[in-house]
């Protein structure tokens, strides 16, 4: 097995004001943990920029020439979207670490990694940065993987806010399944259960809104009712997981009540489902998460569940998230 972990300096050059809570304070946090209580067996790698061919194929030309153009300036793009001189360049850097790691499990190079980038991605729709977010990592890395070859990837998102941006990317195609768990209704008011996708893509979106103070046991249901029955199906190629830390019990902008433990089982479930379907490929690449104990303790859980560590999540999962469960399976196709 081998396990890589891309992160560059330049991520840290990404400020998006004062007290905004997407800070470089994250990765910096992430880091010192990584590096005072190493992970035996990873590799550490660096990113390169994505190339212009791999932006355009998830962003419209006008949008990636608005954020390249923008370069060593500041710049708000919505109320919670803001670039400094140095964003640019994190954010190219951000979805080609996202590329080439991927690309690199694909190839068999590697078997899984976890792309440590900053800014976040999820959010970011075809003609417009949100929520954060600049360019679609996941979707510029889900672009990548079927360009060299794949011809099913499956995206899961964890992240405690809906991939809106990802979602509307893939809606229409069946050669990504996206599958996402996410508090509703909550930021950005996207992702219902009946949200399934729509044309030659309908079935291939599979939304489980969830209402706040979900547990590890909640989401294990989740994984195991719903997730891991629809990705065993579909058999992908390849998995990726948008993997925010915001469902963290301890975060201040989620409403969730989920453990490092909790993080850790649902990549053990991704890393399980790979090793079936895929010859363990399987790629994280950072979203959200906001407090930096809790963030770091739970990236650092992630990846020595990548580099072999087991964790499996607890019993007990409540009613609600029964509900909104059968919710999902009600409105799938």
């Not at 670039?83 to 850097?93: I, R």
């Not at 900053?118 to 970011?124: F, T, Y």
């Not at 989920?258 to 649902?266: K, L, P, S, Y």
């Amino acid at each position: 097995m081998t396990t890589r972990i891309v992160s560059d300096p330049a991520y840290l050059q990404h400020i998006a004001g004062p007290m905004h809570p997407e800070s470089p304070g994250r990765l910096r946090a992430i880091q010192g943990l990584l590096s005072s209580t190493p992970v035996q067996g990873v590799q550490h790698g660096v990113a390169r920029p994505a190339t212009r061919t791999e932006l355009t194929r998830v962003h419209d030309d006008a949008h990636v020439a608005q954020v390249l153009a923008l370069s060593g300036q500041h710049a708000q793009l919505d109320s919670d979207t803001a670039m400094s001189p140095g964003s640019a360049d994190a954010a190219l850097l951000a979805a080609g670490a996202a590329a080439e790691l991927t690309l690199q499990v694909v190839s068999g190079e590697l078997t899984n990694g976890f792309a440590l980038v900053r800014p976040p991605g999820h959010h970011a729709e075809r003609d417009r940065a949100m929520g954060f977010c600049l360019f679609n990592n996941v979707a510029v890395a889900a672009e990548a993987a079927l360009a060299a070859g794949a011809q099913r990837v499956l995206v899961l998102d964890w992240d405690v806010h809906h991939g809106n941006g990802t979602q509307h990317t893939f809606a229409a195609r069946r050669d990504v399944l996206f599958c996402s768990s996410h508090q509703y209704p909550f930021y950005p008011g996207t992702g219902a259960a009946n949200e399934i996708g729509h044309g030659a893509g309908e079935g291939y979106t599979v939304n489980v809104p969830l209402p706040g103070g979900m547990n590890d046991a909640d989401y294990g249901a989740v994984f195991h009712d719903v997730f891991l029955p629809r990705a065993l199906a579909y058999r992908p190629d390849v998995v990726l997981v948008s993997a925010g830390f915001d469902a963290h019990r301890a975060d201040p902008l989620g409403g969730m009540d989920v453990t490092e433990r909790g993080f850790a089982a649902m990549a053990s479930a991704m890393k399980s489902l790979a090793e079936e379907v895929c010859g363990g490929k399987l790629v994280l690449l950072l979203e959200g998460g906001y407090d930096l104990d809790g963030l770091s303790q739970s990236v650092h859980a992630c990846v020595e569940v990548l580099a072999g560590r087991r964790e499996s999540f607890p019993d007990g999962a409540s009613a609600r998230v029964r509900e909104a469960i059968a919710e999902t399976l009600r409105c799938a196709r």
